[in-house]
């Protein structure tokens, strides 16, 4: 997802656009389920609701339910299948692109909360996960120097073109490899409030 000033940046025929000053689109793009429903079906080139519905192990009659929902924002179009499977749902583009005005600040309140709501759910999952032996994490406040933070910063980077590779080679897949495996979480900023640091705590199962 590509978030950046109100048409600023974007303009390839081969980009889905979905506008924050768009009450309907902003509507139909806020869950989280949603946003992994557009994924799906932009990676996979189209698909019917049943497959999509096998495919995120969800109902149906729910997945069809936000399809519509999409598809009256605009965002999606659905078109009569000749092999008879029902109704095909794609993307106009096959990149998602989500543009904002940062000076309006109801676009900017969406563009923080789109990122919150999937803050919160990543947590929900960690939260369902702890415990188990494949799930590392790592939370500090501490007290870096100008050059320890900008290492952090490259391995950020790092991580972000791990996670591109791998998005590449998902989307070059079918859409019964549109499932993710790893949850992967990484964050790092600056903080000019004074606030105390906080122990190294690792956390692990008993052995």
Not at 42 to 65: D, F, I, K, N, W
Not at 130 to 141: D, I
Request: hydrophobic content about 40%; glycine content about 6%; overall charge positive.
């Amino acid at each position: 997802m590509s978030t950046g000033m109100k048409r600023s940046g974007v303009g390839n025929t081969n980009d889905l656009i979905i506008d924050l000053a768009s009450p309907k689109q902003w509507n139909a793009i806020k869950l989280p389920l949603r946003m992994a429903m557009l994924e799906v079906i932009t990676a996979s080139g189209g698909t019917t609701a049943r497959a999509l519905a096998e495919v995120m192990s969800r109902p149906q009659s729910l997945v069809h339910y936000h399809l519509k929902i999409l598809c009256a924002a605009g965002i999606l179009r659905s078109t009569n299948s000749d092999g008879g499977r029902g109704r095909v749902f794609e993307t106009i583009g096959r990149r998602l692109v989500i543009v904002h005005d940062g000076s309006s600040k109801v676009q900017a309140q969406r563009a923080r909360s789109l990122m919150s709501s999937r803050l919160d759910y990543s947590m929900s999952l960690l939260h369902s996960r702890f415990g188990e032996r494949s799930l590392s994490v790592m939370s500090h406040l501490e007290s870096l120097t100008p050059a320890e933070h900008k290492e952090v910063v490259r391995h950020f980077e790092q991580v972000d073109r791990i996670l591109a590779r791998a998005r590449r080679r998902r989307r070059r897949q079918g859409l019964s490899d549109q499932r993710a495996t790893s949850h992967v979480v990484f964050a790092v900023d600056t903080i000019d409030d004074v606030l105390p640091p906080m122990p190294r705590i690792e956390v692990r199962s008993p052995s």
